[in-house]
């Protein structure tokens, strides 16, 4: 008589690791579509920053982006050089510079909006509009969640 295995069915991936796995692919297509453009991702997380909070600085930006301030200064100088940023002195002095959108990083940022929008067109093509608002509204609170205290 031999033994039978019993099969039990395999536990469900970890919600840390099909976060992972769903931003890898998704980077993998930004940063193509985003080349397209002219843009990598780090620049185009700062582009989209600045449109949501005028004005930041590039330390902000780096803490924001997850890249160093080093980096984040070489980015901003290359996006300012291209003319899709300004520079202005912060209104209460100091060494620190204030990064602006201009008008031909706005138009650059809406191209490439678009490509973005296309991605999660195909990512969402089979999430309903309520299951996708609490895919949204939770990865939100988990964010928040790990975030470090500001």
């Known amino acids: 008589m031999t033994a039978r295995r019993s099969r039990r ?48 600085s590039s330390a902000e930006l780096a803490r924001i982006a997850f890249v160093t301030p080093q980096a984040m200064n070489l980015v901003i100088r290359d996006l300012e050089r291209r003319g899709l940023i300004r520079r202005d002195p912060h209104p209460d002095g100091g060494r620190m510079l204030c990064a602006r959108l201009t008008a031909e990083g706005t138009s650059v940022l809406r191209r490439c909006d678009s490509s973005l929008d296309d991605i999660e067109a195909v990512m969402l093509e089979k999430v309903d509009d309520a299951t996708g608002e609490t895919l949204r509204d939770g990865l939100t609170v988990c964010a928040r969640a790990l975030r470090p205290d500001d």
Do not use: Q, W
Not at 24 to 30: C, D, G, P, T, V
Not at 36 to 53: I, K, N
């Open 9 to 56: 069915a395999a536990p469900a991936p970890r919600l840390s690791y099909l976060v992972f796995r769903l931003e890898r692919r998704i980077r993998a297509r930004l940063d193509d579509a985003l080349a397209r453009h002219g843009v990598t991702t780090t620049e185009y997380m700062a582009l989209s920053e600045l449109r949501t909070r005028d004005g930041l």
